[in-house]
């Protein structure tokens, strides 16, 4: 943490030696306000990808192949699982009975049912699919951020080669970051090695709650507006006098990432994209009104407002059971899934991408179904299924993704890749390339050396 003080009981214009700044924190501000405020110098876009923007849902925990994208009808009871599949709109082509709306929407839908992470651990497979590049070693839980595994996440990408200025940041996560049980945040989720300031927003939110507000543009309780005000000239006033003893470029860019923070603050255009009171009732029930569904309609609202790059983390509440928390259904699954899993995704992706083609956006918007790994072939003795990277399906649509498409073959247990296998890194290839940058676009570390974005190809197939 950078302190911007001197050693003198005052600043050289009279300002106390308590008015200091902390480079990364606006709590000197009286502001609550995430890192990742600074700016960078736009790559140019040469992939012919169309895409202008990507939205993330990541179904953290592993679904089950088997009962989502991937239904084996034939396979023994013990390996299908309680659901048959259903027809869609894509002759031929048939998914789970829990997903009859996304059945509707095959035809928007790239479905790929060979993905391989090789790694059945939550943290280092999630790490793999969040940045493209295997955790070392693999097979590791309840793993933190940090080298060798500090790759930067998609969305870090996406802010890191952003063109500016923006008001709203160019990469946004929410409404929480992912940890497994024991509180260990994942690896992946973050910059690394691209330094802090690409590190994508983080909004801690829950916006079904009746009473949403997001805390990152509210004001301290102690903090007027007239307060803030007067916060305001001394910042001005602190860099004025600062710029004449040092003018290395740390300095200017702390100076931007707070004109901007109050910047978003002051401005009505930032604070209405967050608020979903705006929404007519029949738009938010038709996302549903889990915190995942009305998330994801927010994504909406950011995406519509200019933000380039968004990640919607499935909702881990305090009531998830110990044993099967989210999608990791080691126990009971069919009735979690049932129940609780696949009709608020069902409900929340096909509202997500019927709004997007309502308003002209869907063509323009990369949709991206993801999760760390999929479920073990047969139920355990808890009438759940275990963790499997070695095969599983996710699916793909709009910004320039091919609609109708099952790329990948799975064995007859949904077990192993059969053809067309699939690695984190395509996946992520095919996402830059949609968005119009080449994998082999350059961004640089702290020690101003290059790296590939992506070290994956584009899947052409879905393209």
Same mark, same amino acid.
């Given at each position: 943490?950078?302190?911007?003080?001197?050693?003198? $009981?005052?600043?050289?214009?009279?300002?106390?030696?308590?008015?200091?700044? /902390?480079?990364?924190?606006?709590?000197?501000?009286?502001? $609550?306000?995430?890192?990742?405020?600074?700016?960078?110098?736009?790559?140019?876009?040469? /992939?012919?990808?169309? $895409?202008?923007?990507?939205?993330?849902?990541?179904?953290?925990?592993?679904?089950?192949?088997?009962?989502?994208?991937?239904?084996?009808?034939?396979?023994?009871?013990?390996?299908?699982? #309680?659901?048959?599949?259903?027809?869609?709109?894509?002759?031929?082509?048939?998914?789970?009975?829990?997903?009859?709306?996304?059945?509707?929407?095959?035809?928007?839908?790239?479905?790929?049912?060979?993905?391989?992470?090789?790694?059945?651990?939550?943290?280092?497979?999630?790490?793999?699919?969040?940045?493209?590049?295997?955790?070392?070693?693999?097979?590791?839980?309840?793993?933190?951020?940090?080298?060798?595994?500090?790759?930067?996440?998609?969305?870090?990408?996406?802010?890191?080669?952003?063109?500016?200025?923006?008001?709203?940041?160019?990469?946004?996560?929410?409404?929480?970051?992912?940890?497994?049980?024991?509180?260990?945040?994942?690896?992946?989720?973050?910059?690394?090695?691209?330094?802090?300031?690409?590190?994508?927003?983080?909004?801690?939110?829950?916006?079904? /709650?009746?009473?949403?507000?997001?805390?990152?543009?509210?004001?301290?309780?102690?903090?007027?507006?007239?307060?803030?005000?007067?916060?305001?000239?001394?910042?001005?006033?602190?860099?004025?006098?600062?710029?004449?003893?040092?003018?290395?470029?740390?300095?200017?860019?702390?100076?931007?990432?707070?004109?901007?923070?109050?910047?978003?603050?002051?401005?009505?255009?930032?604070?209405?994209?967050?608020?979903?009171?705006?929404?007519?009732?029949?738009?938010?029930?038709?996302?549903?009104?889990?915190?995942?569904?009305?998330?994801?309609?927010?994504?909406?609202?950011?995406?519509? /407002?200019?933000?380039?790059?968004?990640?919607?983390?499935?909702?881990?509440?305090?009531?998830?059971?110990?044993?099967?928390?989210?999608?990791?259904?080691?126990?009971?699954?069919?009735?979690?899934?049932?129940?609780?899993?696949?009709?608020?995704?069902?409900? #929340?992706?096909?509202?997500?991408?019927?709004?997007?083609?309502?308003?002209?956006?869907?063509?323009?918007?990369?949709?991206?179904?993801?999760?760390?790994?999929?479920?073990?072939?047969?139920?355990?003795?808890?009438?759940?299924?275990?963790?499997?990277?070695?095969?599983?399906?996710?699916?793909?649509?709009?910004?320039?993704?091919?609609?109708?498409?099952?790329?990948?073959?799975?064995?007859?247990?949904?077990?192993?890749?059969?053809?067309?296998?699939?690695?984190?890194?395509?996946?992520? #290839?095919?996402?830059?390339?949609?968005?119009?940058?080449?994998?082999?676009?350059?961004?640089?570390?702290?020690?101003?050396?290059?790296?590939?974005?992506?070290?994956?190809?584009?899947?052409?197939?879905?393209?």
């Amino acid at each position: 943490m950078l302190s911007l003080c001197d050693n003198s $009981a005052r600043l050289c214009d009279d300002l106390p030696r308590r008015a200091f700044l /902390s480079a990364g924190s606006l709590s000197a501000l009286g502001l $609550a306000l995430p890192p990742g405020l600074k700016g960078a110098e736009a790559a140019a876009r040469t /992939s012919g990808g169309r $895409a202008k923007r990507c939205i993330v849902l990541f179904l953290l925990g592993g679904p089950p192949q088997h009962s989502t994208w991937d239904p084996k009808p034939s396979a023994p009871e013990e390996i299908r699982g #309680a659901f048959g599949p259903i027809a869609t709109n894509l002759p031929g082509v048939q998914i789970s009975e829990l997903m009859p709306q996304t059945a509707g929407m095959m035809d928007k839908l790239a479905v790929l049912r060979a993905v391989v992470t090789g790694d059945n651990a939550h943290s280092s497979s999630g790490y793999y699919m969040m940045t493209g590049v295997p955790h070392i070693p693999k097979q590791q839980e309840n793993v933190n951020p940090g080298p060798p595994n500090d790759w930067p996440t998609m969305g870090a990408v996406v802010q890191s080669l952003a063109a500016g200025p923006h008001l709203l940041p160019p990469a946004v996560r929410l409404p929480m970051h992912i940890f497994n049980t024991d509180g260990s945040i994942w690896p992946g989720q973050d910059s690394g090695w691209l330094g802090h300031a690409a590190d994508p927003w983080l909004f801690n939110c829950e916006p079904a /709650s009746p009473d949403f507000d997001v805390p990152q543009f509210r004001l301290s309780a102690d903090v007027s507006t007239g307060r803030m005000s007067e916060r305001r000239t001394l910042l001005e006033a602190i860099e004025s006098r600062l710029q004449d003893v040092e003018r290395d470029n740390s300095l200017a860019t702390y100076a931007g990432q707070q004109r901007r923070a109050f910047d978003l603050l002051s401005t009505s255009q930032a604070r209405a994209a967050f608020d979903l009171k705006q929404e007519a009732d029949a738009t938010r029930d038709r996302y549903g009104r889990s915190q995942f569904g009305q998330s994801v309609l927010l994504s909406r609202r950011l995406v519509e /407002s200019g933000v380039e790059f968004v990640q919607v983390n499935w909702f881990r509440g305090p009531d998830e059971p110990a044993a099967n928390p989210c999608w990791d259904s080691h126990a009971d699954e069919t009735n979690r899934l049932k129940d609780v899993l696949v009709p608020p995704l069902d409900q #929340a992706l096909t509202a997500l991408l019927g709004d997007l083609e309502d308003r002209g956006l869907l063509d323009e918007t990369v949709v991206a179904v993801l999760s760390e790994f999929g479920r073990t072939p047969r139920f355990n003795g808890r009438a759940g299924r275990d963790h499997w990277g070695h095969v599983f399906s996710i699916a793909l649509a709009g910004g320039g993704i091919q609609g109708g498409v099952v790329y990948g073959v799975s064995d007859e247990q949904a077990a192993y890749p059969k053809q067309d296998a699939v690695a984190p890194e395509d996946v992520t #290839a095919t996402i830059f390339h949609a968005l119009g940058y080449d994998p082999h676009t350059p961004v640089y570390d702290i020690t101003d050396r290059a790296h590939p974005i992506s070290r994956g190809g584009p899947i052409r197939a879905i393209l």
